[in-house]
């Protein structure tokens, strides 16, 4: 009986183990995914940088730009261009602009990624708005610049030389709705004016 119990006991403990673990794995699901993402360009990830390469190769692609919205998502989004050619290694900034069509205000948040998709891993950002949340009141517009390169890396990969073009697609997804404050708050007896920021 002493054995059963201490088999029993270990079984549980096995169990609550592999659990713990499942989890675990799941918490760090999204993280890891992410991880593998930027440091593959699987999926057509971009990168991040910090600065641009020092000088340009003489080497041109055509870098087109593509906007989406999701269907319960009320904004216009678009390129303000549809299209660049830049060297490699040269650093260019384009803008997209989103305005909000309904009369509430609306939090969105962008995916992204470029094709053909082999091309991720020498696609480098060094400013997005991506990166954070999008928040726009009742029929505002917006300008969001996207700075990039194209990584002089690309050279030494013989299974791109057959890139002449790059298509980098944002699609923008509603995050979540949130009521307007009023700007102004009127004190009672106060005969102090507050002027509306923007």
Known sequence: ??????????????????????????????????????????????????????????????????ADTGRNLPWRFEPAQRAVTISVGETAMISYFAENLSDETIVGSAVFNVTPFKVGPYFSKIACFCFDEQTLAPGERVEMPVTFFIDPSIMDNVNLDDVKSITLSYAFFKRSTTSPEPLVQIEPKSSITAEQGT
């Open 1 to 66: 009986m002493a054995d059963l119990a201490k088999r029993k006991k270990i079984t549980v403990a096995a169990l609550l183990g592999m659990l713990g673990i499942m989890i675990g794995l799941t918490a760090f699901a999204v993280p890891l995914y992410n991880y593998f993402c930027r440091v593959t360009g699987y999926g057509g990830t971009t990168q991040i940088a910090a600065l641009a390469p020092e000088e340009a190769i003489n080497r041109t692609i055509t870098v087109r730009f593509n």
